[in-house]
């Protein structure tokens, strides 16, 4: 079995020698070939001379990525999976909070178990805040409403596919890529295995609290219709309402003559019927926006420079 590790990388150049070594550690003697897809996603520091270094003196099978520009850790993820070659592809970051060590553990299980195509680690207890905690339950929770296919609590991009798996990821062509939804879209069996995530080995995670809020939401946009159905419904309920109000407002004028005093029926109405309007709106706005973005087949990354492997007696230039 050939396995390939697919090691997006941005701002990570404290990092990426340590991942290389733990995962060449893990690797050695243990019966399976490998190689290592390292994509720069437009690194600001010094992350591609790293890797370039890395590259030559390398004796393991080591490819390099190079983007244009910083596309996001979904594009790289597509990229490097688009470069892998093995049977068996990991998806690891660089930063060494996912241990290699589980990875081999992963192509082990997918080795004796031809019925499985994924094997992926979810974490059992998270090292963040009670509110962050919160606020991702309860985002998977309503995604699970929402849509047909299930996001399991927890579970990260860190995980080992079979190729046919893989091979199916890359025909889903969408710029707008939200990979835990892709991944349960494509379906396969997945087997889930407890992990927990270390600390950063060096530097600083790249989300915030406003990043999240953007990707929960571009995941809803991308795997459900719900929110736009969800208006249309509220649109009836009030058209409805507003209804049964128009004949009391009818029957009062009729038998009591003209209510003066009604400002505040008035103010209440408009700025409900506003801000529902104006919401519903923007929910179709979300939409509208991501078929626009998808319209114009933008690719998904562009790459400056690509370093292929070097034969094991290749001599470093
Ligand atoms: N990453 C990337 N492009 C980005 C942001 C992040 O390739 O625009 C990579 C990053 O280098 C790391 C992985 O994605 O290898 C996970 O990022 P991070 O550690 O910041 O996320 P966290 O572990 O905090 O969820
Ligand atoms: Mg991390």
Redesign the pocket.
């Given at each position: 079995m050939h396995l390939s590790f697919v090691?997006?990388?941005?701002?990570?150049s404290e990092?990426v020698e340590a991942m290389h070594d733990a995962v060449a550690a893990v690797m050695e003697g243990c019966g399976f070939s490998y190689e290592m897809v390292f994509?720069d996603?437009?690194?600001r520091d010094d992350t591609f001379a790293r890797l370039k270094a890395l590259h030559a003196r390398s004796r393991q099978y080591v490819r390099v990525l190079r983007f244009s520009r910083?596309?996001?850790?979904e594009?790289?993820?597509y990229a490097g999976l688009s470069h892998a070659k093995g049977e068996l592809v990991t998806l690891?970051?660089?930063?060494l909070?996912q241990p290699p060590a589980l990875a081999l553990e992963m192509a082990r299980f997918l080795d004796e178990n031809e019925d499985y195509d994924c094997v992926a680690a979810f974490q059992e207890r998270r090292l963040e805040s009670r509110r962050l905690s919160f606020l991702k339950k309860s985002f998977y929770k309503l995604i699970n409403r929402m849509t047909e296919i299930e996001f399991v609590q927890g579970a990260?991009?860190f995980r080992t596919m079979r190729r046919r798996m893989v091979d199916a990821i890359l025909s889903m062509g969408e710029t707008n890529r939200f990979s835990k939804g892709i991944f349960s879209w494509v379906g396969f069996c997945t087997h889930y295995i407890p992990y927990r995530?270390e600390d950063?080995h060096a530097?600083?995670?790249?989300?915030n609290t406003w990043k999240l809020f953007k990707y929960a939401l571009d995941g809803i946009v991308s795997f459900t219709t719900m929110p736009l159905r969800l208006t249309a419904f509220a649109g009836l309920g009030t058209a409805f309402v507003s209804l049964l109000y128009t004949i009391v407002v009818v029957i009062k004028k009729l038998f009591f003559g003209i209510d003066v005093p009604g400002y505040a029926t008035l103010a209440v109405l408009i700025l409900l019927l506003g801000g529902l309007q104006l919401f519903a709106m923007g929910i179709l706005g979300e939409y509208l926006a991501k078929t626009y973005g998808e319209s114009k087949c933008r690719p998904i990354y562009l790459t400056r420079t690509v370093l292929e492997p070097r034969e094991p007696d290749q001599k470093t230039n």
């Open positions: 090691i997006p990388c941005y701002n990570e990092n994509v996603d437009g690194s910083n596309f996001g850790k594009s790289a993820i690891i970051d660089a930063d909070q990260s991009d995530a950063r530097g600083a995670s790249k989300w």
